[in-house]
């Protein structure tokens, strides 16, 4: 696509494309200021929707890395704690994410580094205790299905769900 001429719209915004790689560079500090944290594939695609020079995207990547304002480790931090403090979720639920914002598997990977294991089962029961209000029977076969399967939806091993479960219900017997 040649943008030389002619103006992008995108839904209400309309984007003038650039015309130089300062125009690039300008337009990368306004999306980062703007919207925050993002890691380097999404701000490249947003980049490549000002322009068709792929050398100004690359040029405008790397400018920010060099200032500072783009690390995609950062970012992977970011995620992993939001996912574990805010939304509960299991180390799946949180590789997924980091794998759909297009996170490099070994930034993921040391990210993930971040997560303790003894405190997934702690978030587990929190999760659940969300969900559900009273003890999950295994007799109750439906029940006790849609108990696994918005663990599993969460992230969590079955390892993890099996002993969630129990201590789920225990709660409930004191």
Same mark, same amino acid.
């Given at each position: =696509?040649?943008?030389? +001429?002619?103006? #992008? +719209?995108?839904?209400? /915004?309309?984007? %003038? ?7 690039? %560079? &300008? ?6 200021? /703007? ?17 068709? &020079?792929?050398? *100004?995207?690359? =040029?405008?990547?790397?400018? =920010? #890395? ?11 931090? =970011? #995620?992993?704690? +939001?996912?574990?403090?805010?939304? !509960? *979720?299991?180390? /799946?639920? %949180? ?6 914002? !297009? @996170? ?10 971040? @997560? ?19 003890? @999950? ?23 993890? #769900?099996?002993?969630? @479960?129990?201590?789920? &219900? ?5």
């Amino acid at each position: =696509m040649n943008y030389s +001429n002619k103006t #992008i +719209n995108k839904g209400r /915004r309309t984007l %003038i494309p650039a015309k130089e790689p300062q125009c690039v %560079i &300008n337009y990368a500090m306004i999306r980062l200021d /703007r919207y925050g944290e993002t890691s380097e594939k999404k701000l490249r695609e947003a980049l490549c929707n000002k322009t068709d &020079n792929q050398q *100004w995207v690359e =040029m405008a990547v790397a400018r =920010m #890395i060099e200032l500072g304002y783009l690390c995609d480790l950062r970012y992977a931090l =970011m #995620i992993v704690r +939001n996912g574990v403090d805010l939304k !509960g *979720w299991g180390k /799946r639920r %949180i590789e997924q994410s980091l794998k759909n914002k !297009g @996170i490099k598997s070994d930034v993921a990977a040391q990210a993930m580094l971040s @997560i303790e294991d003894d405190d997934q089962l702690t978030r587990s029961v929190f999760s659940l205790s969300k969900k559900f209000s009273s003890k @999950i029977e295994y007799r109750d076969q439906k029940n006790y299905a849609r108990a696994v399967r918005y663990l599993v939806g969460q992230g969590f091993g079955f390892d993890v #769900i099996t002993d969630t @479960i129990k201590q789920f &219900n225990e709660t409930f017997d004191a």
